[in-house]
T-cell receptor, first 115, second 114 residues
Framework: EAGVAQSPRYKIIEKRQSVAFWCNPI?????LYWYQQILGQGPKLLIQ????????DSQLPKDRFSAERLKGVDSTLKIQPAKLEDSAVYLC?????????????FGPGTRLTVT | KQEVTQIPAALSVPEGENLVLNCSFT??????LQWFRQDPGKGLTSLLL?????REQTSGRLNASLDKSSGRSTLYIAASQPGDSATYLC?????????????FGKGITLSVRP
């Protein structure tokens, strides 16, 4: 079974530029998560989707971050404009469902450097 | 608010040593606890998941224990190898109604010296 796929793996941009990350979850997984992991910290949830609907985006900086999962499969996370403090690893995870009985499976992450 | 603490932040040991990594959490109302491994700049690899009704889980040279009442978990690594060098994160999983919430510690960066 293929795992969670993410691209690109690395991205370097200048501040005020825009960037987009892509995630393809495990086939059949209805729930998709985006996490931000700043160096030296644990991952922090940015947004959770159930199919193509947003379940939790309480920690998403909505003035600059946006995410979508239009067909309930792939998802895109966008940052516009980027700030230096957005430098982090962005992790995508998926699970069969939203509840605690379902384990989350993580992708390889995208490392973003903002200069 | 759940807080997960992992101390120390970094650990260096000689090859072959048995070691224990600690994780503590403030709210004992957890569903599961999970240990992950993360190599530099990479994603998370799940090592062990302990359900709240369990006391421990084992996989190869790894053994994780859970004491909900005291808010503690330990990851025991037997006969450490240089390939074990990585950051180890623990996460507690809580039920938030229809959803689950993972709260991570900051991780312990382990270096195993040949």
């Amino acid at each position: 079974e293929a795992g969670v796929a993410q691209s690109p793996r690395y991205k370097i941009i200048e501040k005020r530029q825009s960037v987009a990350f892509w995630c393809n979850p495990i086939s059949g997984h209805a729930t998709l998560y985006w996490y931000q992991q700043i160096l030296g910290q644990g991952p922090k949830l940015l947004i959770q989707f159930q199919n193509n609907g947003v379940v939790d985006d309480s920690q998403l900086p909505k003035d600059r971050f946006s995410a979508e999962r239009l067909k309930g499969v792939d998802s895109t996370l966008k940052i516009q404009p980027a700030k230096l403090e957005d430098s982090a690893v962005y992790l995508c995870a998926s699970s069969p469902g939203p509840g605690v009985v379902y384990e989350q499976y993580f992708g390889p992450g995208t490392r973003l450097t903002v200069t | 608010k759940q807080e997960v603490t992992q101390i120390p932040a970094a650990l260096s040991v000689p090859e072959g040593e048995n070691l224990v990594l600690n994780c503590s959490f403030t709210d004992s109302a957890i569903y599961n606890l999970q240990w992950f491994r993360q190599d530099p700049g990479k994603g998370l690899t799940s090592l062990l998941l302990i359900q709240s009704s369990q006391r421990e889980q084992t996989s190869g040279r790894l053994n994780a224990s859970l004491d909900k009442s005291s808010g503690r978990s330990t990851l025991y690594i037997a006969a450490s190898q240089p390939g074990d060098s990585a950051t180890y994160l623990c996460a507690v999983i809580q039920n938030t109604g229809a959803n689950s919430k993972l709260t991570f510690g900051k991780g312990i960066t382990l270096s195993v010296r040949p």
